[in-house]
């Protein structure tokens, strides 16, 4: 069974960077599948940020693609999130979630972690 | 970006009522979409997939249809534990987008 774990701060200052990392196990980063970010504002909903296959090619959503990079470590087994010039309105829980090569779904996903932009 | 608009975006029902969540995307998806429950303080679960699959270890009593450009994930007999809210999410094409959610409470 595939598990993912986000890790990274919880704190981030305005204008400043943030940075995630989600640590796969109970299988390959090298599998034949996509490896995501959503996110989700305190009481909001889901916002899907973008994705990354092994290869590194990368889909990114249109709203967020200038602040976004995305990348894999395959020898870590490992993909992270840094999001550039973070705002308030950047507050959110972040997710790291697998995506599903057939249903073309989120179908495992971390437990999720809270970040703050704040000074 | 393919809108999905979501109603309603709460509702309370009782245990036992059968219940209804619909998804209207803002051009035709065919079928892929995808529903999913989410509960306070975790991640969401996928409960249905390409519009009326039964994802595996979810219970019967969920169920997904479309019509046209309208989805419909009904729950035919609300348990205790499907209070929380639901969203769906389009996986037609890029950006991948989610209805807005609707929590379903207790009456």
């Given at each position: 069974q595939v598990r993912l774990q986000e890790s990274g701060p919880g704190l981030v200052k305005p204008s400043g960077t943030l940075s995630l990392t989600c640590a796969v196990s109970g299988g390959s980063i090298s599998s034949n599948n996509w490896w995501s970010w959503v996110r989700q504002p305190p009481g909001k909903g889901l916002e899907w940020i973008g994705e990354i296959y092994h290869s590194g090619s990368t889909n990114y959503n249109p709203s967020l693609k200038s602040r976004v990079t995305i990348s894999v470590d395959k020898s870590r087994n490992q993909f992270s999130l840094n999001l550039s010039s973070v705002t308030a309105a950047d507050t959110a829980v972040y997710y790291c979630a697998k995506v599903d090569?057939?249903?073309?779904?989120?179908d495992y996903w971390g437990q999720g972690t809270l970040v703050t932009v704040s000074s | 970006a393919i809108q999905m608009t979501q109603s309603p975006s709460s509702l309370s029902a009782s245990v036992g009522d059968r219940v209804t969540i619909t998804c209207r995307a803002s051009q035709g998806i065919r079928n892929d979409l995808g529903w999913y429950q989410q509960k306070p303080g975790k991640a969401p679960k996928l409960l249905?997939?390409?519009?009326s699959s039964l994802q595996s270890?979810?219970?019967?009593r969920f169920s997904g249809s479309r019509s046209g450009t309208d989805f419909t994930l009904t729950i035919s007999s609300l348990q205790p534990e499907d209070f929380a809210t639901y969203y769906c999410l389009q996986d037609y094409n890029y950006p991948r987008t989610f209805g807005q959610g609707t929590k379903v409470e207790i009456k």
């Open positions: 090569t057939t249903m073309d779904l989120f | 249905i997939y390409a519009a270890g979810v219970p019967s």
